[in-house]
T-cell receptor, first 113, second 115 residues
């Protein structure tokens, strides 16, 4: 049973435009959400996080939105740059998972020049 | 560079064999996590150690075991290997004991191929 789902295996976006990556979760006990970015042959790198008491968190070009009622979060990247091409993982944690991270399968983002 | 090192980078072995993967955490980090990533899937949490003690267990098979040594490096032992154990194995470290709310720093991974 996948508790964290990233339904788009890949996404292609023009350089300079907005990239929107989506993530859905099923466990209402999750209260902390993170996005990690992964380049080939490297481990994942932390990007941005949000706790369930907020609905938005912003860090430079990256903004994460959380919709608790829909159990949905999204990562917006504006403007998209070639270096943003990577696999993006959504992860969630909460009491149910003993605060260990439950990961989505990832979305491969390709930024076209 | 995350500061987390993993050796070896690649490992090719046969079914039934035993291997050991090694991880050195970032300086000062007391928590070490092991993850498995099979093809086109998300990371599966295996086990966490905090300052030498097992802190949490995830979907770790009985054929797998881990430990964290006094110098805080960790080893993941995989035995009686099966074809399905072929995967990327990542180690991560963090400062705090609560891995899900703390930034985890990942090593580059060990790619295990079981033939």
């Amino acid at each position: 049973d996948q508790q964290v789902k990233q339904n788009s295996p890949s996404l292609s976006v023009q350089e300079g435009r907005i990239s929107i990556l989506n993530c859905d979760y099923t466990n209402s006990m999750f209260d902390y959400f993170l996005w990690y970015k992964k380049y080939p042959a490297e481990g994942p790198t932390f990007l941005i996080s949000i706790s369930s008491i907020k609905d938005k968190n912003e860090d430079g070009r990256f903004t994460v939105f959380l919709n608790k009622s829909a159990k949905h979060l999204s990562l917006h990247i504006v403007p998209s740059q070639p270096g943003d091409s990577a696999v993006y993982f959504c992860a969630a944690s909460g009491m149910d998972s003993n605060y260990q991270l439950i990961w989505g399968a990832g979305t491969k983002l390709i930024i076209k020049p | 560079d995350s500061g987390v090192t993993q050796t070896p980078k690649h490992l090719i072995t046969a079914t039934g064999q035993r291997v050991t993967l090694r991880c050195s955490p970032r300086s000062g980090d007391l928590s070490v996590y092991w993850y498995q990533q099979s093809l086109d899937q998300g990371l599966q949490f295996l086990i966490q150690y905090y300052n030498g003690e097992e802190r949490a267990k995830g979907n770790i098979l009985e054929r797998f075991s881990a430990q964290q040594f006094p110098d805080l490096h960790s080893e993941l032992n995989l035995s009686s290997l099966e074809l399905g154990d072929s995967a990327l194995y990542f180690c991560a470290s963090s400062t705090l004991i609560t891995g899900g709310t703390d930034t985890q720093y990942f090593g580059p991974g060990t790619r295990l191929t079981v033939l």
